[in-house]
């Protein structure tokens, strides 16, 4: 099973894409959590990647289309995947159907643009293994301490509030438009996002499972 989770930053979807990937055992794929690792690691393409991501804008497609194809060949993903944060262009997607993928489902989750500010500030990374936390509705167990690996756990670059701000602009203009790309394949499910990531997860799960 191949899904795409879509949705505005900050809607939920990697927290759901790690649910998921719990519960069916497919690797849950994360273009962002790529490309933070690869600037970090100050490789090429995080080399490339890095000034796109501080202004919130998207990085050029042959930069994240490469990292993708080589991510979905590894021997994991060869049951499926679940794609967070891919695609986020039409050229994007289309990419994809160029590479023979089969997409199951896409699930759209819609949270509206002033929740989408008020979440983001609140919102924090482990530094090291990419898990994603709130400082409300998903804590730490331990102040700035990642539970699954002990990294420290900090905001985001790009979670700053004017960069939100430019994100959701990008995400208007260049990525929803999926939405239409999807539902004329016949595979969007917009999942509305609750305010308890519980609740959001169970109507994701049953978006999967009709
Ligand atoms: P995310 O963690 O998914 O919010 O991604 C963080 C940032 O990485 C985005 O704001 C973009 O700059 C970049 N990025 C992640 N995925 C993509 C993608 N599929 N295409 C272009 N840029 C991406």
Do not use: W
């Not at 997409?103 to 002033?114: G, L, Q, S, T, Y």
């Amino acid at each position: 099973m191949n899904l795409i989770f879509l949705g505005a930053p900050g809607a939920g979807k990697g927290t759901q894409a790690e649910s998921v990937s719990t519960k069916y055992g497919l690797p849950a794929v994360s273009t962002g959590n790529m490309l933070r690792e690869a600037v970090k690691n100050g490789t090429e393409a995080g080399l490339k990647a890095k000034s796109f991501m501080d202004a919130g804008d998207l990085v050029p497609d042959e930069v994240v289309i490469g990292i993708l194809k080589d991510r979905i060949a590894l021997d994991d993903a060869k049951n499926g995947f679940i794609l967070d944060g891919f695609p986020r262009t039409v050229e994007q997607a289309e990419a994809l159907e160029r590479m023979g993928v089969n997409i199951d489902k896409v699930i759209n989750i819609h949270v509206a643009d002033e929740k989408i500010i008020a979440r983001m500030s609140g919102r924090r990374v482990c530094g090291d293994c990419g898990a994603s936390y709130h400082i409300e509705y998903k804590p730490v167990k331990t102040e700035g301490v990642c539970d699954l690996c002990k990294g420290e756990v900090v905001l985001r670059d790009d979670d700053k509030p004017e960069t939100v701000l430019m994100r959701l602009k990008t995400y208007h203009e260049k990525t929803a438009p999926l939405i239409e790309f999807y539902g004329n394949r016949g595979k969007l499910r917009t999942v509305e996002g609750q305010e308890e990531i519980k609740d959001t997860t169970k109507l994701t799960f049953e978006a999967i499972d009709v």
